[in-house]
């Protein structure tokens, strides 16, 4: 079922709750530039082995509206902590993919993880999606900077461009403009502000202040958040483990569908991790 959620600046945020009469939570987040819909092969199959699944729009995303402003992480944290208020969400797993892993991380600097038992990153475009002159992984802020120009003066191109890099297994044609059409629904400003969002915001704090436990998957062939930063994010976080994944670009919940949710049930079941 799906319906919105108003945050308190009037903001409408559209949720899609699969399967709310369970009482195993997974809330995902999902990554620049789609919507909820990016999970599809995970609320196929979670919701038969009981699991709540509950995916949220990015405002300026997806179906949510798309205000002007509040592109920020604060921002961004905070309409995620609307709707676990909203919802009445305890003890349930929280769930980000690349830029909505870093909004988890936010959350959990900035909300002290209210609500979360465990915490799951894909491909998290953190602590830095650039490089700084004090951190030397991820990407040039040139191709950010590139992305962004590209967004204002073709979009559709964009899109086509960041499709092509965005998985490492066949995708058919089919797929890949089914994806291109998850990015179109998106604001143009919303789209360029989250990537300004990645050049002046750091979350090096933030992932120092988690201590619940931690899965991070990432694949090995990703061209959009680099492997490193997965294993930046193990070092950095305690109680986390990494588990590489061996044939997945940036969409390992794609390439690798049927061992990410193998991997992901299994954490969430583990009590030991």
């Not at 909820?36 to 997806?62: N, S, V, W």
């Not at 709707?83 to 305890?90: N, R, T």
Request: charged share 20%; glycine share 8%.
């Amino acid at each position: 079922m799906g319906y919105y959620v108003t945050t308190k600046s009037k903001v409408k945020i559209y949720v899609q709750d699969i399967n709310p009469r369970a009482n195993k939570i997974i809330l995902f987040l999902h990554g620049w530039p789609g919507s909820h819909r990016l999970f599809e092969y995970q609320y196929d199959q979670l919701p038969k082995m009981g699991y709540r699944c509950i995916g949220i729009d990015t405002r300026g995303f997806g179906d949510s509206d798309k205000p002007f402003w509040g592109y920020d992480y604060d921002t961004l944290a905070d309409d995620v902590r609307c709707v676990v208020d909203e919802l009445g969400l305890y003890n349930f797993t929280l769930a980000g993919h690349s830029t909505g892993g870093a909004i988890a991380v936010r959350y959990m600097g900035r909300h002290k993880g209210y609500g979360v038992s465990k915490l799951a990153l894909f491909a998290a475009a953190a602590p830095s999606l650039i490089r700084r002159p004090n951190f030397t992984y991820g990407l040039p802020e040139e191709t950010v900077l590139q992305i962004i120009q590209d967004t204002y003066t073709d979009r559709p191109e964009m899109l086509r461009n960041f499709a092509n890099m965005f998985f490492f297994q066949h995708t058919s044609a089919a797929f890949l403009d089914w994806f291109f059409q998850l990015g179109l629904q998106a604001a143009g400003w919303a789209t360029a502000a989250v990537a300004n969002t990645w050049i002046k915001e750091v979350l090096f704090a933030d992932l120092e202040k988690i201590n619940i436990p931690t899965l991070i998957i990432h694949g090995i062939h990703d061209q959009v958040v680099p492997f490193q930063l997965g294993e930046i994010q193990q070092k950095m976080i305690r109680n986390s483990k990494l588990v590489p994944f061996e044939y997945s670009g940036h969409g390992s919940f794609y390439d690798q569908k049927d061992e990410f949710n193998k991997v992901l049930i299994k954490f969430i079941e583990s009590h030991v991790y």
